[in-house]
Each structure stands twice: as structure tokens, then as C-alpha cells.
Nanobody, 121 residues
Framework: QVQIVESGGGLVQPGGSLKLSCAAS????????MGWYRQAPGNQRELVAR???????YYADFVKGRFTISRDGAKNTVYLQMNSLGPEDTAVYYC???????????????WGKGTLVTVSS
């Protein structure tokens, strides 16, 4: 059983910072990528950032220069440091892990339940 658990969401003032964490646990063979999506009310879920097992990163244009994704491979954990937050960043942030539960199996995406980030004064 694979579990993806996010933490670190909350209320922050405009211009502030927040750091999200996401840990993958359970029985699996290998993690190929981890990342973050977000979904604001009335909007579709959108990719925020992802990091591959080799360390390569991708950022959506709307977070470049403000958000930083990083990982701790030994802990199967990914982080999202969010700076210069604005009201437009208010959303539920979902973590995912692209992993294979056993050698030879095709990797699949596993999702967390999400953590709410609210940017408001």
C-alpha cells in the first residue's frame, strides 16, 4: 500500500512564504518523479512543479522565480518552498509520486489528499 501525505498548508498574508512537504511511504520499488499540482475553486487542476529522480526540475511559468521544489531521496520526500505568495496562489495543493510498486511494472501516479493554501490579509 502506497501513501502520499502532504503537510504545511495554511493561511499566509500576501507577500509571505510557506513550505509544503510531501512524503511517500509504503511498499514500492522506485520513485521516478514527484511533484505538486494545485486546484483553485472553479479551476482545473494545474501542474505547479515536479522533480525527477535525477534531480531535473520543471516549473509552471506562473511560479518561476517564486517557488522552489526540492527532494530528499532518502526520505522519499519532496518539498515546495513558496515565496512572494499572492491571492492567486490560493488553492488546494496536491502532491503526486510517479512510482513503480515492483520491478518490471509500469510506473503509476499516486496522489495525496491535498493541503489547502490560503493567501489573504
Amino acid at each position: 500500500q502506497v501513501q502520499i501525505v502532504e503537510s504545511g498548508g495554511g493561511l499566509v498574508q500576501p507577500g509571505g512564504s510557506l513550505k509544503l512537504s510531501c512524503a511517500a511511504s509504503g511498499s514500492f520499488f522506485s520513485i521516478y518523479a514527484m511533484g505538486w499540482y494545485r486546484q483553485a475553486p472553479g479551476n482545473q487542476r494545474e501542474l505547479v512543479a515536479r522533480i525527477l529522480s535525477g534531480g531535473s526540475t520543471y516549473y509552471a511559468d506562473f511560479v518561476k522565480g517564486r517557488f522552489t521544489i526540492s527532494r530528499d531521496g532518502a526520505k522519499n520526500t519532496v518539498y515546495l518552498q513558496m515565496n512572494s505568495l499572492g491571492p492567486e496562489d490560493t488553492a488546494v495543493y496536491y502532491c503526486y509520486a510517479d512510482l513503480a510498486v515492483a520491478t518490471g511494472l509500469v510506473p503509476m501516479d499516486y496522489w495525496g489528499k491535498g493541503t489547502l493554501v490560503t493567501v489573504s490579509s
